[in-house]
């Protein structure tokens, strides 16, 4: 009995302070055990004050369940995200990089197909056309890339990626803006994009002997992650 009054102090002290790394564990903790809607909003909404990217891959764990959630606890979960998205010092953490975000928040999901619906359809977006519109580079494809961003920002679109356009924008996103815009950007695509993924030794490339590697990859994810 005293131990818990002991852990329930030590948690109340959370909300009068900014989490720390020492109560980050405890909040997690009490976050997967607490059943009363407005107390876990107030917990998820706390985990958004954090800076520790343990933070950020637990609520990316809640947000891969969120249709188990109650409609307020979806809306805290995103909004507590996008806290920690623009979170600066996160954003600068050294260890929150493009193999950590595919490691611990994309890696769970590529293997998942598209669910079957109604909603509108799945489709594929290129990394060189996503590129195009973050780093504003005004080529042959800029106009394109607006009008794809326009339909996916009004939601006509799924949008959906391949494993490795995560890694190549990610890359050239640092080479061109640093670490932090690279970082920021590419957690604001997660949010937005399902990411899957297709590994080249599983594919038989004898059945495409007129296409580019590139092209293969497409239709392979269409194949694997599209319900017909």
């Known amino acids: 009995m005293e131990m818990r009054n002991e852990n329930q102090n030590k948690f109340n002290q959370f909300w009068k302070n900014p989490p720390t790394d020492d109560s980050l564990s405890l909040l997690i903790q009490n976050c997967e055990n607490e059943q009363d809607i407005d107390n876990r909003s107030r917990i998820i909404r706390k985990l958004g004050e954090c800076n520790n990217i343990q933070a950020l891959e637990y609520l990316y764990k809640l947000k891969r369940n969120m249709d188990k959630e109650d409609d307020f606890i979806q809306y805290e979960i995103q909004l507590s995200l996008q806290n920690l998205i623009n ?11 493009v193999d950590f975000i595919l490691e611990k928040l994309v890696s769970s999901q590529v ?7 109604s909603d509108p359809p799945h489709i594929l977006i290129e990394s060189n056309l996503l590129e195009e519109f973050l780093l504003r580079d005004k080529t ?16 006509q679109i799924n949008p959906y990626m391949g494993f ?19 970082n920021q950007l590419v957690l604001e695509i997660l949010n937005k994009f399902t990411i899957c993924g297709i590994s080249l030794k599983d594919i038989h490339l004898e059945k495409y ?20």
């Open 140 to 155: 042959t494809l800029f106009r394109e890339a607006n009008e794809v961003m326009e339909y996916i920002l009004s939601g």
């Open 87 to 97: 979170n600066q010092q996160l954003l600068n953490n050294p260890e929150l990089n």
């Open 164 to 182: 490795k356009g995560v890694r190549q924008i990610w890359s050239s996103l640092k080479e061109h803006k640093g670490q932090i815009f690279a």
């Open 111 to 117: 293997n998942e197909p598209f669910q079957q619906s």
């Open 209 to 228: 002997p007129n296409l580019n590697i590139p092209t293969v990859i497409q239709i392979e994810i269409a194949r694997k992650y599209v319900h017909r």
